[in-house]
């Protein structure tokens, strides 16, 4: 099933580094950004990544928890996350579940071949677990600064602090113990 602005994400569940899970139910109550990437330690998806960190503090202050995904393993997973020291999770979607869900595998063409890749995508859930905006096919430099102008503007528009959320649930997965919000 795709999905489609101003509607309900349809059922998912993926790993995350840290051993967390995601689906489309476990952040209800909290803004999520999920931003697709080709591949872990490439130029462009390390430059975004960085940019992602060094503005987290800003999206949390604002409600929002951030996932990067992109189809590579956990273990690859884990040690760009190590080297880069990024403060939010990973989700590995080695199946390409997710990526083909929110439509972001693409044909393009490298060194004169015809490859599939991941199309460099953004999307915002709100806290009612509602896609409310959407970045496809972008370029890394200034996005950053876009998603989190739309998710400051989607917590003024909700007008809910994010101290505001529901109780947290905690959840576990091979033997670690992670907090997801419900």
């Known amino acids: 099933m795709a999905i489609v602005v101003n509607k309900p994400l349809p059922e998912f569940e993926a790993n995350a580094t840290g051993g967390i899970r995601v689906s489309n139910i476990s952040h209800v109550g909290k803004t999520v950004v999920l931003y697709f ?9 390390t430059t975004e990544a960085m940019q ?22 956990m273990r690859s997973h884990d040690e760009f996350k190590s080297k880069l020291e990024l403060p939010f999770e990973l989700i590995a979607d080695t199946e390409e579940k997710m990526c083909h869900m929110f439509g972001v595998v693409k044909n393009k063409i490298m060194y004169g071949k015809k490859v599939k890749g991941i199309e460099r995508s953004t999307f915002l859930i709100g806290p009612d677990g509602v896609l409310r905006e959407e970045w496809r096919g972008l370029k890394v430099v200034g996005h950053v600064d876009d998603v989190l102008k739309a998710v400051k503007a989607l917590k003024k528009a909700n007008g809910k602090p994010a101290e505001k959320a529901p109780a947290a649930v905690v959840e576990r997965s091979a033997g670690k113990v992670a907090e997801v919000t419900q």
């Open 37 to 45: 990437y080709p591949k872990d330690n490439t130029p462009g998806c």
């Open 52 to 73: 992602f960190r060094d503005k987290y503090k800003d999206f949390v202050k604002a409600g929002a928890h951030v996932f990067g995904v992109s189809r590579d393993n």
